[in-house]
């Protein structure tokens, strides 16, 4: 055993090699933090991290698990120190023993810490835990906490330093690389040539995995393919956003062409195609930050949202508000955090929030129904639109404006408000012949002058719906569909623009001084 290091000094500085993380974190052990909670799903990167740390400031590196006790760590050599300490009260008893100056590595140790559960061994660790911070204080010792969530009690809230260990870089991600093909060379026969614009590529398509995430892409993009394949690593990118529960993965089959008029719109959006690219950081452009769709149901918001995914070629997250919202005190806020924290680590990328409106309802009587807590986690999540850096691009849609608080609609949240009225004669002719070509029909064989008349007040998803409903009539009398079988299901049914015309009247009254057209009338 190691003698206690006296009077150890400052020391150097740390060298260049190292990274900002490390050096914070070394910063920290200089500066005798005596308990630090890293927040971090890859243990190996933070042992890998600490023993540099340790090395450096000539000290030891002590690992606790419930299930191995305690193992020194010395290199690639790992020395059973107690493996009796299984419990978390005898793994602090071994810290505070220790005479050794070391760093001492707790996983998962937060949930015996777990105030919202409170138990008496709790309340021990708890004491335990204040009892230690004094002590390590004065010594050399570092007590450092891993666990993938950030979890404590109210009363370390003042002794515990927080640090969030983030994904890897693309530098790093480089170095994995590296590791997975020379490893697949070492045991296979070929070697795998790969030129630095593919390898740019796959390294993109890797950010916002982890490293173990991004090495098990690499290696089964090598395994299936015998090369790099960029569409495997997306797969493995599209694994994280449905364990994240909270958003879902959209493909976007709909082509931009199949979005029938709306053309101030989709002007404005192919306007910003390459607004994501180095070449337009280079010239100075900034990335934007979203639009909000309002309008009446059934004009193709949705659709947009789905269609600027293809246009842009970025992935469509699909954050569900009903699924943020959890019986649990403080989960709702954590939920929007998680999910807001893996729409950043995939970006570039498109969120998506279909009925903005539905979600937020309740907003204004929140601090009476739920103390609180939906309009918490709106605030949050206006908050990150205003603040934040990362390449998201925020699409929401909306029927009913006066469910929305003012706060959504204030400059700087979005870059435009858009909207979305029921479609005119242009437009509906269009849309007509996108409906009928997708049912493996030739438009120029309707009369879609006569339907575009025949349909003023129908939405376009009420034009679609009709055109189904043509195709059935057609079916059961077994013949081709013809004009007069979608003329005679639209005078079937009454369009939204007659039961809601209220409604729509009133929305309309108020985008016309308050949002942007999306389409020339």
């Given amino acids: 055993m190691r003698l206690p290091v006296k009077n150890p000094g400052p020391g150097p500085a740390p060298p260049a090699a190292v990274t900002s993380k490390e050096g914070e974190l070394e910063t920290l052990v200089r500066a005798r933090y005596p308990l630090i909670y890293i927040v971090a799903w890859e243990e190996r990167r933070v042992e890998t991290l600490l023993q540099s740390v340790a090395a450096r400031r000539d000290k030891r590196l002590f690992v606790w698990t419930c299930t191995e006790g305690v193992q020194a760590l010395d290199g690639d050599t790992v020395t059973p120190a107690d493996p009796s300490a299984r419990d978390p009260l005898q793994a602090l008893d071994f810290v505070q023993n220790c005479r050794e100056a070391a760093l001492f590595l707790l996983k998962d140790f937060h949930p015996y810490m777990d105030d919202t559960r409170p138990t008496a061994s709790t309340a021990v660790v708890t004491r335990k835990l204040r009892d230690l911070a004094r002590v390590l204080k004065e010594g050399h010792k570092t007590l450092i906490l891993l666990a993938p969530v950030l979890r404590f009690p109210l009363e370390l809230e003042k002794d515990i330093t927080v640090v969030n260990y983030g994904l890897p870089s693309l530098e790093e991600l480089d170095q994995s690389l590296s590791v997975v093909i020379n490893s697949v060379e070492r045991r296979s026969a070929f070697r795998l040539g790969v030129d630095p614009e593919t390898r740019e590529r796959v390294l993109k398509a890797a950010q916002g995995l982890t490293q173990g995430e991004a090495e098990n892409a690499f290696a089964r993009s090598l395994v299936m393919t015998r090369r790099l394949d960029v569409d495997v690593v997306v797969a493995e990118k599209e694994q994280l ?170 400059k700087g949240r979005f870059d435009e408000i858009f909207f979305v009225d029921l479609p005119n004669e242009a437009e509906r002719r269009e849309i007509f012949a996108i409906h009928i070509t997708k049912r493996r029909r030739d438009p120029e064989l309707f009369n879609l002058d006569h339907l575009a008349q025949a349909a003023a007040g129908l939405s376009g998803a009420e034009i679609e719906q009709a055109v189904i409903s043509g195709l059935y009539d057609a079916f059961e009398a077994g013949r081709d569909l013809t004009t007069d079988d979608i003329v005679r299901a639209m005078h079937g049914s009454i369009p939204l623009s007659q039961t809601m015309r209220e409604e729509i009247g009133a929305l309309r009254d108020w985008a016309r001084t308050r949002a942007r057209p999306a389409s020339r009338r």
């Fill in 241 to 410: 956003i449905r364990r994240s529960r909270i958003l879902e993965y959209y493909h976007s089959p709909e082509a931009f062409d199949a979005v029938g008029g709306l053309d101030e719109l989709k002007a404005w959006l192919r306007t910003r195609a390459l607004a994501f690219s180095a070449s337009a950081r280079a010239f100075g452009l900034p990335e934007p930050r979203g639009i909000l769709l309002m309008g009446v149901q059934g004009g193709g918001k949705s659709l947009v949202a789905k269609a600027v995914a293809s246009l842009w070629q970025l992935p469509l997250l699909k954050l569900d508000l009903g699924k943020v919202f959890s019986e649990l005190v403080g989960s709702s806020e954590e939920n929007m955090r998680s999910a807001l924290s893996t729409a950043e680590s995939v970006a570039p990328a498109i969120l998506w929030l279909d009925e903005l409106d539905k979600g937020l309802a309740g907003i204004s009587s929140s601090h009476r129904s739920d103390a609180g807590t939906s309009a918490r986690v709106f605030g949050s999540f206006l908050t990150w639109m205003q603040e934040k850096t990362s390449p998201v691009f925020v699409i929401a849609t909306a029927n009913n404006v006066g469910s929305l608080p003012p706060e959504a609609l204030r």
